[in-house]
């Protein structure tokens, strides 16, 4: 879009950064006039919106290609590159209807299904050849090649109906006969066995959601002179409740997960991976969420192919190994969300997530407005704040652009529904403004643990039978919740926000009174940054100043986790940086450093002592005498060389960090534990006990401990870590629980089941708190690890 901002006068953009929602209608129809004749301005919309230009068009050239390199790969037994050459080609494949080469696409599915049955991927095998049966039944390959992974999969039934099939269905007599004695095989296996195929292999793989009985609190929603809209409940509401489950209005997936993940249900992707039947974008995990996103179309069986004599003996074979239906049915109400972007051009994968995310919400609107018959304007109906007033003068000259760019490309789709105006442009820009500030980051956990199939590990070496395990979490998509965007946030929330696959589900996290406002974090949370580090976020992404109990009440968080250590060998308290304090009168603080300053109470007597033993002077003295400059300490008012700390910091840090990189290359130092405990002794020296760095440098020796088989110093060092985070976030805050679950690993890696166990229950106990029921969904292997260990324990 830069080639249209250049192109915009320097008064234009001086009117538009001046702009208020009021007057969008004119500085949108200012620029549009102004765009309009340019031919820069048509190229760009040409671009993004002609097919001819398009490069995401299916080319049947590349899907031969790619068939070719799939068959060498087959070939030569390595059928990972040949299972990537065939969904390569399956991509490039025309699909729909009135393009799809039935004879290609049914033989690529059963070229990879082949592929799968080699790597013993049985379930993922039979997929593809349902697939490639239901768009050409006559197939044989298809058939012959499911009554293999039936019968790979002891499932002798339905291998023997897939197999006669074949058979009555071949031509060729030495093929016919390779197909009889794959069933007397068959035959005879299933006469001489009493195995019975468990697993159910005859269709498409949804998840079946056992969460639909899943029943929330009635919540209801009220207003606050601070904080505007907000939730809350008439009733008292218990730890670990569900208060709220919702699914999105609309929902993108992120660029960087584009081929790992789902477009529609954000899940990692199978290995029988499907597309969009029109264009090379989007990729699903199942039929489910392809039609969830793309609206049902003509892939079916067409009975008309097969011989007459033939018929009746397929249907009885399909009735036999049914398409199995999907965890979750199609929402009748659904908004396709992918079918506006799908006409042959390829705007929806240039322009930024949140634009065409804004577009989703756009066109999810006009859908319903005509579902309901409701003749005024879609748009009216987005009840959602926004904040454009406050927005910097850059950010409203790119909304313009992005708007008018959006518009030319919904009318491509929808024409009159969309018309060409500065008003429709006005719109525009406040529903991108309100998606800045009520999108949720999707967030899916990940676990570094060993890959099974090919023997890695992605983050700790392996020990015995066990790895050292770890999570993190992935930002996967951006989404727009309605009734969830009603949340108000606090930086030490009351409930949490997590999702499986798009879902959202709000759990709480601590007893919530009646009428207490129900609130999560956007982002930042006390011991995550410190009191300026949340406020300058929130402002910078969401135009407010935050004042919830955590930003307007002392806590010894934001004392300590970026200070120094006090000079005098016996005295806990803080120094700080940069950071002045001041106690005035009454029970009120003043904190203040170069760029703002902030107006605090005094804690509880129940949290005092905590802070008392780092900050004396700001509880006890008052007047001139309680004014502590950066480089004093808080409870002893000693002064620190805060050059010489700074310095002793940094250079600890920067070993530290070399050590573990040194990891990395061929020779492990001699030194290396002793220059390793030397810099982290040295750290702890300057820096305070309950620093955050001491504990982010604590959590990193415990890993390169770990790497080179130190497994009992790199217990104590990731204890040392946790003890930290304790006091910064809480003994029972989600991220210990993450901690805990690094120590679980390297405690079973030693063969402490004892210890490992008591980690493991502890962390049970923590995403209990957090997740609920579906903490085994979300961590499949917790449950398992924790029986495993017990069961490992009583018996040694």
Known sequence: MERLKYLIPDELKRVIGRSAPENLTMTSSLLLDLFLPLPQFQQVIRELTDPDLALCRKSKEAALDSKQKGNERFMKGDYVEALSFYSHALRHAPASSSEMDVNLVAALYVNRASSMHKLGLLQECIRDCNRAISIFPAYVKAWYRRGKANASLKDYKHARHDLEVAVSMEDNPSRKSQIKGELRLVLSESSSSNAIGMVNNTGEDEKVDSLAQSKALVLQCVSSPHKGRGLTSAHDIPPASLVHREEPLAAILLKSCWETHCHFCFDELPADILFCPSCIIPVYCSKNCQEQALGKHDMYLNKKILATDLEKHVMNAILANPTRNTGEDICSNHIPEHRHECGGSHWSSVLPPDIVLAARVIVTSIEKCKASGRISNPLDYLDFVHNYAQNPSVSKLESHVYAIVLLYCLHQYYNSDFPLSGASVAQLILVISQ??????????????????????????????????????????????????????????????????????????????????????????????????????????????????????????????????????????????????????????????????????????????????????????????????????????????????????????????????????????????????????????????????????????????????????????????????????????????????????????????????????????????????????????????????????????
């Open 435 to 796: 998606i800045k500030v009520n999108s949720m980051a999707v967030i899916h956990m990940k676990s570094h643990q060993r890959d099974e199939a090919f023997g890695k590990c992605s983050k700790f070496f392996a020990f015995e039978e066990h790895i050292t395990q770890d999570t993190k979490q992935v930002n996967v998509a951006q989404a727009v919740y309605s009734r969830g965007s009603l949340f108000n946030h606090s930086c030490q929330p009351n409930v949490h926000a997590y999702f499986l696959s798009r879902t959202l589900f709000v759990r709480s996290v601590e007893v919530v009174p009646a009428w207490c406002p129900l609130e999560l974090s956007y982002g930042p949370q006390v011991g995550e940054l410190d009191l300026h580090g949340r406020q300058k976020l929130l402002k910078e992404q969401y135009s407010f100043q935050c004042c919830c109990s955590s930003c307007s009440e002392l806590n010894l968080s934001d004392l300590v986790m970026n200070t120094f250590r006090c000079v005098r060998p016996y005295c806990l308290g803080a120094v700080l940086e940069a950071t002045h304090y001041k106690r005035l009168e009454s029970n009120f603080v003043q904190v203040s450093d170069a760029s703002c300053t902030f107006k605090i109470s005094l804690p509880l007597l129940s949290t005092k002592k905590d802070i008392s033993d780092v900050a004396r002077m700001l509880l006890h003295k008052r007047g001139a005498d309680s004014h502590i400059a950066a480089g004093h300490c808080l409870s002893c008012g000693s002064c620190c060389d805060l050059e010489y700390s700074t310095a002793g910091s940094k250079s600890s840090l920067a070993n530290i960090q070399r050590l573990k990189d040194s990891l990395d290359s061929d020779e492990i130092p001699d030194a290396f534990v002793s220059d390793m405990l030397s810099s982290l002794s040295q750290l702890r020296s300057v820096r305070h006990p309950y620093s955050k760095i001491v504990a982010e440098a604590e959590d990193n020796v415990a890993e390169a401990f770990v790497r080179i088989g130190e497994l009992k110093l790199a217990v104590q060092h990731c204890v040392a870590s946790i003890e930290i985070l304790e006091k910064l976030y809480g003994r029972d805050h989600i991220v210990i629980g993450h901690e805990l679950m690094k120590l679980a690993s390297i405690q079973l890696c030693m063969g402490d089941r004892t210890a490992a166990l008591s980690s493991i229950k502890r962390v049970d106990s923590i995403f209990l708190l957090y997740y609920g029921s579906h903490v085994d969904r979300i961590f499949p292997h917790l449950k398992e690890e924790v029986l495993r260990t017990e069961a490992e324990r009583l018996a040694s």
